[in-house]
């Protein structure tokens, strides 16, 4: 096959002349946002949207709202909050990844495009181009939502705010070696002794659903 190729003057091996996702997400992973919505039920049977930003480096998240209505507007404003939200943490992004959902009207890209924010769609049902959002969802699921009876929307927002809470200063993520978004890793214990007498405590928030773990002070 190689000298079929050569003998017609065609490069056996060519360079690529586009870059791939994957490469995309490695050179661009120190500046990458990527959001999405999901859909919960409350016990009355209502239908609610939530739309949540993770940041690709660290992986904080941010849960941007609910509503049973994501109209234009709210989604709009949804994205101000974000802008806000980065700027008073003096967060940089240069690229946000989304879906081509229709709940995303065109000012929501000309909102995050006028602070420098380049938005990225995602291939039309290929989830993995936004694995990460998608894995975040899904822990959410397992870990709070499945386990949840959610009673209204302002309930719904008050466990997502806790989930978020847990989720960027105490749960460990194997993506960034262990660490937790908002919090460096604690320091090794190495003294023996120390290791025998741990003093640990136990931290509930909702009610049981989530337990944090720490050395007594």
Not at 29 to 40: H, I, S, V, W
Not at 42 to 53: F, K, Q, S
Not at 123 to 149: F, H, K, Y
């Amino acid at each position: 096959m190689w000298q079929i190729l050569q003998d017609a003057e065609i490069d056996p091996a060519p360079e690529r002349t586009s870059t791939t996702w994957s490469t995309f997400l490695r050179s661009q992973a120190a500046a990458l946002l990527a959001c999405d919505f999901f859909e919960t039920t409350i016990l009355n049977g209502t239908r609610l949207h939530v739309l949540a930003v993770i940041e690709h480096p660290s992986r904080r998240i941010r849960v941007l709202g609910a509503t049973a209505h994501p109209t234009a507007s709210w989604v709009t404003q949804a994205a101000r909050n974000l802008v806000m939200d980065l700027e008073d943490a003096g967060r940089h992004a240069c690229f946000l990844i989304r879906d081509r959902d229709g709940k995303y009207p065109a000012l929501f890209d000309a909102v995050l495009s006028g602070t420098g924010i380049q938005v990225v769609l995602s291939g039309v049902r290929i989830p993995r181009m936004n694995a990460i959002m998608e894995r975040w969802i899904q822990s959410c699921r397992r870990e709070l939502l499945d386990r949840t009876l959610i009673w209204n929307q302002q309930h719904l927002l008050h466990a997502l705010h806790e989930y978020e809470r847990f989720y960027n200063t105490h749960r460990p993520h194997q993506g960034i070696d262990n660490a937790r978004p908002l919090r460096v890793l604690p320091q090794s214990i190495t003294n023996q002794a120390a290791l025998t007498h741990l003093d640990i405590r136990q931290r509930q928030r909702l009610g049981g659903i989530l337990n944090e773990y720490h050395h007594a002070a």
